[in-house]
């Protein structure tokens, strides 16, 4: 049997790999000039592999429709993986949450394991590919699918089969007669990687639904006032603080985390604030409570102290150098790129006498460490999301095999179908579980 594969990220890969050790032969199309160049962006460079949690707890970390994958999970799991890539030689380490890494901390090393695998089992890796359309056909007449959306229970009914693919090379028209192809061209994040969301086009010319496409694991923008500030903080990066990303109109948590955060020029990044934004863009009303400000990040800068010990411990910090001017006195206790913000914010003169400091003024001091808040616009551009929420609706995909209700022999991978999960290695898994599961049936 002659298998497809359009797109050479993670999940084209492994559905590679999957389906070729099933006998089939097996041909990858890739539109850039090599494979899994998205990989090599993983994880800052070193490629975020899986997280090393139980599979069970897989799913309570994809906001986005996480039960789908169950099937796709069983079917190939985070340790099957690590085993794929120890038997190419790439060892992994376990840090902080879990996450998995090529103790190498090159991200190159687990792209060029999974292509050195795909060609040990003979599949072919055409680069310079651009997919244009799936050809099919029903009762023997070929064609070029142009359904829509409206069409869907008609398709159901009388399905069309998958006949073969459409492409340019070298701006070549060329045409490959198969039996089955697996899509899996990503979504719309990092488009210099190849991922422009053309896969989407293909999926809805052949009927699919394609749910809104929006950033996900994204950075987040600030408001006016609140620009100002991480404009000044530029560059600081806080460890181990708590975040909430509160609805201030409600007075509701929307979403709590511990980790590491990034102030920049445009607002905040960093862990914490990527895995937020996948909860925040699936929040009621939210363009409302953007518009009016009522979304704030409340940052605890010192989350291991309560208010009681916090306070005794700046009453210390005070008591060492009594004749200490204020705009001295924070060294020990905050970064110093933060100090001049601090001040600023708690209204206490910079010249002051730390003896002369008021129980009211320490007060404000230690609420404003514990809940430094920053208001939130809106979420940065698509191109600089990790991922992307959205893509082929999974109500048209058997979750058991990722083949297309519509479409019979065409099969769904990674992340061109609607699912996405929080920072961690769970989207690397998602694109290798149904992946695996594409290429094996």
């Known amino acids: 049997m002659k298998v497809i594969v359009i797109g050479g990220g993670p999940a084209g890969l492994v559905s590679a790999i999957s389906a070729a050790t099933e006998n089939n032969e097996v041909i990858v199309l890739e539109k850039m000039k090599e494979p899994g ?17 139980p599979m069970e ?87 070029i699918a142009n359904n829509s959306a409206e069409n869907i229970e008609k398709n159901i009914e009388e399905k069309d089969t998958v006949e073969g693919v459409e492409f340019l090379i070298n701006g070549k028209k060329e045409y490959i007669k198969c039996n089955k192809v697996i899509l899996a061209t990503g979504g719309k994040s990092y488009p210099g990687t190849g991922s422009t969301g053309n896969g989407y086009e293909i999926a809805k010319k052949l009927g699919h639904t394609i749910t809104k496409i929006v950033p996900s694991l994204v950075p987040l923008e600030a408001k006016e006032d609140s620009l100002e500030v991480c404009k000044k903080l530029q560059g600081l990066s806080l460890k181990n603080v708590n975040v909430k990303f509160m609805d201030t109109e409600k007075n509701k948590v929307i979403y709590e985390d511990f980790g590491e955060m990034l102030f920049t020029h445009f607002g905040l990044s960093g862990p914490t604030i990527l895995s937020g934004s996948a909860h925040l863009l699936r929040y009621k ?13 409340i940052i605890d800068i010192k989350p291991a102290l309560s208010i009681e010990k916090l306070d005794e411990r700046i009453l210390r910090d005070f008591s060492t150098e009594k004749n200490k001017m204020f705009k001295n006195s924070l060294d020990a206790l905050l970064p ?28 404000n001091l230690v609420n404003l460490l514990k809940k430094f808040a920053i208001t939130i616009k809106g979420f940065r551009p698509i191109e600089e999301a ?28 990674g992340e061109i179908i609607d699912v996405d999960a929080y920072t961690g290695g769970f989207n690397l898994q998602i694109a290798y579980s149904t992946g695996y599961t594409a290429g094996r049936n």
Not at 338 to 349: G, V
């Open 336 to 363: 110093k790129k933060m100090i001049d913000t601090i001040i600023e914010f708690s209204n206490i003169n910079p010249n002051k006498k730390v003896n002369e400091i008021t129980k009211k003024e320490r007060e």
């Open 386 to 413: 990790i991922v992307t929420a959205g893509g082929v609706t999974i109500k048209e995909i058997n979750p058991k095999t990722m083949e297309s209700k519509i479409i019979n022999g065409l099969y769904f991978a």
């Open 37 to 53: 160049r998205k990989l090599l962006i993983t994880g800052k460079g070193r490629c975020n592999i899986t997280s090393s949690l």
């Open 285 to 297: 009303n939210l363009e409302e409570l953007l518009k009016s400000g009522k979304i704030k990040i």
């Open 57 to 143: 707890d897989f799913i309570k970390n994809i906001p986005g429709n996480g039960k789908f994958l169950y099937s796709a999970f069983n079917n190939f799991t985070n340790e099957d993986i690590i085993k794929l890539l120890k038997e190419q030689g790439v060892n992994v380490k376990i840090e902080r949450g879990q996450r998995v890494f090529p103790v190498s901390d090159k991200a190159i090393d687990v792209r060029d394991a999974l292509i050195n695998k795909a060609k040990k089992l003979g599949v072919k890796i055409i680069t310079n590919a651009k997919v244009e359309n799936i050809i099919t056909k029903k009762n023997e007449q070929v064609y």
